[in-house]
Every structure is written in C-alpha cells, then in structure tokens.
C-alpha cells in the first residue's frame, strides 16, 4: 500500500532534483521532508536548549567517532527555494537531517522505494514529468509547493500507484 508518506517523498525529491540537486541529495530531501511534514502532523516535540548536534547516525550504518566529527563539522542550514532543512555532508554529497539522524539513499530506498518494487522507475518518471509542468517559482515556494502540486493530488497518486503495485 502506497500512502501519503511515500507520495510526499517521491514528489519532494523530484522537486529537488528538478531545482538541480544531484539524485542522492533529492533523495535525502525527499525523505527529510516526508518526515518533517508528518511530524507536522502529529505536532512537533519543542528541544529543549540549544540545537547542539553530539551525535550522527543513518538508520543503516553507525559511523565512527572520527567521521561523526568530520559530518558534524559540515552541519549547515540549507535552503531549497525559501524552505529549509539542517544538513550534513558525507563523501562531498549534501544530505538532510532531523534530530541526529541523516536521511540517506538507503534509508529512501528502506521507506519509500522498496514499496514500488520494479514499479519504482515509472513512479519516478511521473514524480519528474508532474514537477516539470510547474513554473520554477512554485517548486521554489514550500506553500505553493504543497497546495499546487502536492495536496491535489496526494490521494489520487496514492491509489494510483498502489494500484500499479499490485499489478
């Protein structure tokens, strides 16, 4: 089943790859931003103190005590048109960030990806060719983003895309 988790992802690291990021980045964006809108959601847990990152971790891997320092020493604020997200860099790739734990390729393909089996490539295709029919300026606007090109057509790509699944 394809929900609106995996919909938001896909269209997200569309828009991102669209605006020019390099695919493992958009990925990354994809998923931060499927997280962060469902947190949203749910209501966001306020931390408390400062914003102080001690720690780095990707759902698959555990990096060592020197690359976590190395990561650390890239944390930034990122921005995608007039939305943001903290980032890190890894390898020379930019990836996003929540809490201490980095969106990585893998941890796309694990929540979002997997879910379309073979269908993935099509799916993809779709994201872009949706994206590419909306000036530059609504993929750069977080609001219009998601009232013009997301939440039309959250439910219906839902369906449609689970529907292709089971075939």
Known sequence: MIGRFQVMAV??????????????????????RAIFYAAAKKGFVKPKGVLEIKEVRAPEK?????????????FKIFYLGDEMA???KINDEIYFMIGNE?????????????RFGKKFSKVW???????????????????????????????????KWSEMVKR
């Open 11 to 32: 269209l997200q690291a569309a828009r991102a790859y669209l605006l020019g990021m390099p695919l493992n980045s958009a990925k990354s964006w994809g998923l931060n």
């Open 62 to 74: 555990v990096f060592d005590k020197e690359t976590q320092e190395k990561i650390i020493k890239t």
């Open 86 to 88: 903290y980032s890190v």
């Open 102 to 114: 980095v969106q990585t390729p893998e941890s796309f393909y694990k929540q979002v990806e997997q």
């Open 125 to 159: 295709e779709e994201a872009v060719k949706i994206c590419k029919s909306f000036d530059e300026a609504v993929l750069k606007s977080q609001r219009y983003f998601y009232e013009a090109v997301y939440k039309p057509r959250r439910d219906d790509l839902a369906a």
